[in-house]
Nanobody, 124 residues
Framework: QVQVVESGGGLVHAGGSLRLSCTVS????????MGWFRQAPGKEREGVSCLKWSGDSTYYADSVKGRFTLSRDNAKNTLYLQMNNLKPEDTAVYYC?????????????????WGQGTQVTVAS
């Protein structure tokens, strides 16, 4: 059974930083994709960033390029999203997702396994 668990959300002021963590277990394929998505109240879920665990592809949404950085710890099977220079418009529930695939797409429909989400609130 695949499990995806996020942590690290919270409340920060504009310009501040947060780091989200995501640990996945139960994936048995040699390669898989992991990503972060977010959903603000009244809006659709949107892609933030994703990568292939093999390390040959990483995507970022234009809205976060230069501010957010995706990294991973292979030994811990953990994905991190470092978020710097946060803006009020970054406020949302952030979800981690995983998919057993050799492909990579930054769209919610591509991913099968999801975490419960963690709230990020950026105060102005």
């Amino acid at each position: 059974q695949v499990q995806v668990v996020e942590s690290g959300g919270g409340l920060v002021h504009a310009g501040g930083s947060l780091r989200l963590s995501c640990t996945v277990s139960g994936l048995t394929f040699d390669d898989y994709a992991m990503g972060w998505f977010r959903q603000a109240p009244g809006k659709e879920r949107e892609g933030v960033s994703c990568l292939k665990w093999s390390g040959d592809s990483t995507y970022y949404a234009d809205s976060v390029k230069g501010r957010f950085t995706l990294s991973r710890d292979n030994a811990k099977n953990t994905l991190y999203l470092q978020m710097n220079n946060l803006k009020p418009e970054d406020t949302a529930v952030y979800y981690c997702a995983a998919e057993s695939s050799t492909y990579l797409l930054l769209t919610p429909e591509f991913f099968s396994y999801w975490g419960q989400g963690t709230q990020v609130t950026v105060a102005s």
